[in-house]
């Protein structure tokens, strides 16, 4: 099958799932005992306030018809209102996802940068100092609190050393540049607001790197064992044997084929950070969709529940069709049928 | 067969290249410091959670963030000065009376003041704002129409003079004290009007931006990101000293500390109290502390048989220790109230009789045929309680102090949303809550404390006590101050000894700022005046 019938298939899949999931958040979040009216109202409500609003929101109809007016909406592509913030859902996923997307990405790209090279000397000098440094590093990604390792971070680069700011996204006092992508960076070079360009990437480092040590970790150690895996086969003796540099020998012939299985890790971490990163957004004041996932939750706000999940599921899909795609040209002989 | 190796075009260093990535990307972020551009003169940036508002429009606008927003951009008839809430003085209106029957208020307004579109304040806006929030009947819309008001009842009867007649008697201290909040703000009816939808009264568009004449003027909001507020460059009792007042939105205490410190922040408005004990006697800061409006207390639900008798739920009473409470948990963040009218509130109630007794409460729970206590779950909201502390960690004091006379209490903790479907229902046997009064009159207590027909608190208790009930209407429709006070002496004292609660303590709000920061008065209504703040 070509690649092209392959992305096409895999997209057809991918509403299918979409339904599938809508039906189960949609089931789930209503067999919450939470009256979602009530959560967004609090306890003072009047009996009869509550009523009106649930009559305004749809929710005094049976679950079936709130469903098929759901999906029938999602059709047009109609998110709903969210109850909490009394805006379309998708206004509000407009805002709020490129915060995450951008953060997401740098933090993936962090990761990457760091991870690989990283895993390769930890493999290629195995049982070295070298090699136990990086276990102890990638220990560390793996097991420290996020929000722990975040305010440390900020306690020293930005309170004690004074190296990077604190909270928010760009500069408080720059005007942020003319929304086109919602992306800082896109916005900011399409613009050519140079100083909100680096505003931008200052901000984004710290919590880009807290976000990204954890895959850092995991990227850093399953590119360690499968290059050690890889590197015992016979073709790497042959190519030794054929009198190749080891640089050539480790570069050229042992990584491509060890980076299939930490190219399934990245996809899915980089899915797993696109879809919401609470803590980190919570502690650098970043406004991305983690937040507005968690506060959708506590809220019992029905129709932003079912916006992320939505998107979350899209993101999940598309990075799984991402690696899937990267597999064909990191090893040809892969075939998808 | 075996698998052939194809030479792949991938980069020789990829060592070097990924940390040289990092690196450069790293080292020119971090050197590439924007110059930080001049500061606009006399910019206040406040650190606050502004997570809440859902809607800066004032018919709309019910929570924390949003009042303050709204109060520092639109102006009312009458309003507040600094902290005292006991005394409504004019702010657009320049004297009022009322009809003997209490039934038509008539204002006069300050002549000569314009709206910054130019249009004037005048009868005309007052009736158009009042009858906006009751026809858009929204949130706190319930406010104005629990007076008697309707659309209609506001009438200009000539430029500068505004009649309201009520449907029915409500208490005059209560009415003013209603007009103070921002739901009775007024609004430019031109600006509403030229931004209508589908006869929304421009709601869509108050919700991010501000059509009143107040010293603010809102510029820009954007959730979850910051609250710009630019002087109103005509208001009408001069320039404000500060011109702009960024809100940033800062949901982590510690990164609010964070920027207080570093100076990138003038005000923290959530900080918690040992991080307030922390800046407390520092150089270059100062704490204001102000008393809040909530009272936190102990519900104790009559449809649980134990509760059903007064003396195992004045056993509970007495086998708190309110002060290890305030003192220890809260770190004296609080103080210890017992009765439902907070201190500053007219018809405040001092009495604090109850102390931690066990032998009392033994005796008690032994009269009431518990020798040996009993077991009862206790629902918490996994937040924040007022005071700044976790609400689990009272809940865990007062499971420690009712196990000493014998009562084993569950404690289950749950988000407020889940746990306000359980309460509503009736469905608890302890809770622990906080209620906050909506406009500062104890009609605004005795209502929910007392009087179960309005099924909130006392209801919600499995409290019915019709007597108590009717004493609370006479309390609110009562016209002289004295026989008002009298009353809600009497409610308060029933209530402390027999109402359906344990009442815990009244909090109190520490804000940190630098010191640079001039005229800071705590308002439990609306947290502060900006237009009063100045910068050394």
New interface residues.
């Given amino acids: 099958m070509g690649l092209q019938a392959v992305i096409v298939r895999r997209l057809a899949l991918l509403v299918l799932v979409l339904f599938g999931i809508t039906l189960v958040t949609f089931v789930l979040t209503n067999v919450?005992?939470?009256?979602?009216i009530?959560?967004k109202?609090?306890?003072?409500?009047?009996?009869e306030?509550v009523e009106?609003m649930r009559k305004e929101w749809g929710l005094d109809k049976p679950l079936p018809v709130q469903y098929v007016r759901y999906v029938s909406g999602l059709l047009r592509g109609d998110l709903g209102v969210s109850i909490?913030?009394?805006?379309p859902v998708a206004d509000d996923l407009r805002?709020?996802f490129p915060a995450t997307m951008e953060l997401a990405t740098v933090a993936i790209?962090?990761s990457?940068?760091?991870g690989?090279?990283v895993g390769?000397?930890a493999a290629v000098r195995k049982d070295s100092f070298l090699d136990h440094v990086t276990r102890v590093f990638a220990l560390g990604g793996a097991s420290m609190p996020i929000f722990w390792m975040a305010?440390l971070l900020?306690?020293l680069l930005?309170?004690r050393l004074?190296?990077?700011p604190?909270?928010?996204?760009l500069?408080?006092?720059?005007a942020e540049p003319p929304k086109v992508t919602g992306l800082l960076f896109v916005d900011s070079l399409l613009a050519r607001d140079w100083?909100?360009l680096?505003?931008a990437?200052?901000h984004i480092?710290l919590p880009a790197f807290c976000l990204g040590y954890f895959s850092t970790a995991v990227i850093t150690r399953m590119t360690r064992s499968s290059m050690l895996e890889v590197i015992r086969q016979?073709?790497i003796r042959t190519?030794r044997s054929k009198g190749l540099a080891e640089?050539?020998v480790i570069?050229?012939?042992a990584?491509?084929?060890a980076l299939i299985p930490t190219t399934t890790v990245i996809g899915l971490a980089y899915g797993s950070l696109l879809s919401g990163a609470v803590l980190t957004e919570?502690?650098?004041?970043w406004?991305g969709m983690g937040?507005?996932a968690t506060?959708s939750v506590?809220?019992?706000d029905i129709p932003a529940v079912l916006g992320v999940t939505l998107v979350s599921a899209v993101v999940y899909a598309l990075a799984n069709l991402a690696v899937d795609i990267v597999y064909i040209f990191l090893d040809?002989?892969i075939r998808y049928h | 067969m075996?698998?052939v190796?194809?030479?792949?075009r991938?980069?020789?260093?990829?060592?070097a290249?990924?940390?040289a990535?990092?690196l450069v990307?790293?080292l020119?972020?971090?050197c590439?410091?924007?110059?930080?551009?001049a500061?606009?003169e006399k910019?206040m940036?406040i650190a606050m959670d502004v997570?809440d508002a859902?809607?800066m429009d004032p018919a709309?606008a019910?929570e924390t963030a949003s009042i303050f927003t709204a109060h520092q951009c639109y102006d009312n008839l009458v309003t507040f000065e600094g902290s005292d809430l006991s005394k409504p003085v004019p702010e657009l209106a320049e004297s009022w009376e009322v009809s003997p029957d209490g039934l038509v208020w008539t204002f006069k307004l300050k002549k000569g003041l314009k709206f910054p579109s130019g249009e004037p304040v005048n009868a005309a806006a007052v009736a158009y704002s009042f009858d906006r929030v009751i026809a858009l009947?929204d949130?706190p819309a319930?406010l104005l129409t629990q007076t008697g008001m309707e659309v209609g009842s506001t009438k200009a009867l000539d430029e500068y003079t505004v009649q309201i007649t009520l449907k029915e008697k409500f208490n005059p201290d209560a009415f003013l004290a209603v007009l103070t909040y921002p739901v009775a703000s007024i609004v430019d009816p031109k600006v509403c009007k030229a931004h209508e939808k589908e006869g929304d009264w421009g709601k869509n568009f108050l919700?991010g931006a501000s059509a009143g004449n107040g010293p603010y003027v809102l510029e820009k909001w954007?959730?979850?990101?910051?609250v710009v507020l630019k002087a109103n460059p005509n208001y009408w009792k001069g320039k404000v000293p500060i011109s702009t007042v960024?809100i940033?939105?800062?949901?982590?205490s510690?990164?609010q500390k964070?920027?207080l410190?570093?100076g990138?922040a003038q005000i923290a408005m959530d900080l918690r109290p040992e991080q307030i004990k922390d800046l407390e006697g520092k150089a270059g800061f100062q704490i204001i502390r102000g008393l809040g409006d909530g009272i936190n207390y102990l519900g104790m639900n009559l449809a649980y048989q134990p509760f059903k008798d007064n003396r195992v739920r004045d056993a509970v009473r007495w086998a708190i220790d309110y002060e290890g409470l305030v003192k220890h948990v809260l770190q004296d963040n609080a103080i210890v109230l017992q009765t439902f009218i907070p201190k500053g509130y007219k018809g405040y109630n001092p009495d604090t009789p109850y102390h931690r007794d066990v032998e009392k409460a033994r005796q008690l729970l032994n009269e009431a045929g518990y020798p040996n206590g009993f077991k009862v779950e206790l629902l918490c909201s996994s937040g924040v309680a007022g005071g700044g502390v976790y609400w689990r960690d009272i809940a865990a004091k007062l499971k420690d102090d009712l196990a000493k006379v014998g009562i084993t209490m569950e404690i289950k903790e749950m988000?407020?949303?889940?746990l306000?479907?359980i309460?509503?229902a009736q469905k608890h046997q302890m809770v622990l809550?906080g209620?906050g009064p909506?406009y500062p009159d104890p009609d605004a207590l005795a209502k929910?404390f007392a009087n179960h027909r309005m099924?909130?608190l006392a209801w919600r208790n499995s409290y019915y006590n019709d007597e108590l009930a009717d004493k609370v209407d006479k309390a609110a429709a009562a016209f002289a101050s004295e026989e008002r006070l009298k009353l809600y002496q009497e409610l308060t004292d029933y209530v402390l000894h027999n109402g359906p609660y344990a009442i815990l303590y009244q909090p109190r709000v520490s804000i940190a700022m630098r010191d640079s920061v001039l005229n800071y008065q705590y308002n439990s209504l609306w947290t502060t005046e900006l237009a009063a703040l100045d910068l050394k």
Avoid: C
């Fill in positions: 919450v005992p939470v009256d979602p009530v959560a109202l609090g306890e003072k409500a009047k009996p306030v009106k909490r913030t009394r805006r805002d709020y790209i962090i990457v940068a760091l690989i090279p390769v000397i305010l900020l306690l930005y309170y004074g190296w990077l604190g909270t928010g996204r500069d408080i006092l720059l100083a909100a680096a505003s990437a200052q480092l016979d073709y190519a640089r050539v570069y050229k012939h990584l491509k084929n919570t502690i650098f004041g406004p937040r507005y506060n506590l809220n019992v040809p002989r | 075996e698998a190796i194809r030479p792949g991938w980069g020789r260093n990829w060592i290249l990924g940390l990535l990092v990307v790293s020119g972020v971090a590439a410091r924007p110059a930080k551009e500061k606009p910019t940036v997570g859902s809607s709309v019910f009947d949130q319930w919700a954007e959730p979850e990101v910051q960024i940033k939105h800062v949901p982590e510690t990164a964070m920027l410190e570093k990138d988000t407020s949303a889940a306000l479907e309460y509503r809550m209620w909506d929910p099924k909130q």
